[in-house]
Nanobody, 124 residues
Framework: QVQLVESGGGMVPPGGSLRLSCVAS????????IGWFRQAPGKEREEISC????????YYSDSVSGRFTISRDNAKNTVYLIMENLHPEDTGIYYC?????????????????WGQGTQVTVSS
């Protein structure tokens, strides 16, 4: 059974940093890509980053490129999202998900399994 559990959210001031973790079980990170999404209040869920399982290629949305870094530790079956220089508009619930395929997708509907989410609040 595929399961994803996020952690690491919290409240930070503008300019602060956080590291989110996504622990996977029921499959190996060698097999499936992992994406990070966020949903701000009153807005649609947005894919912000993804990492392929096959070649480790990474993808970022324009809104986070240069500030966020996705990485994976296959030994721990964990994917990380390091977020730096956080802005108030980064506030939202952050989810990890997998398309149960080796390659990332730009479509949220392709992602079959989701974590429960972790809250990130950027505020002074």
């Amino acid at each position: 059974q595929v399961q994803l559990v996020e952690s690491g959210g919290g409240m930070v001031p503008p300019g602060g940093s956080l590291r989110l973790s996504c622990v996977a079980s029921g499959f190996s990170l060698d097999s499936y890509a992992i994406g990070w999404f966020r949903q701000a209040p009153g807005k649609e869920r947005e894919e912000i980053s993804c990492i392929n399982s096959s070649d480790g290629k990474t993808y970022y949305s324009d809104s986070v490129s240069g500030r966020f870094t996705i990485s994976r530790d296959n030994a721990k079956n964990t994917v990380y999202l390091i977020m730096e220089n956080l802005h108030p508009e980064d506030t939202g619930i952050y989810y990890c998900a997998t398309p149960e395929h080796y390659h990332c997708s730009g479509w949220a509907s392709d992602f079959k399994s989701w974590g429960q989410g972790t809250q990130v609040t950027v505020s002074s």
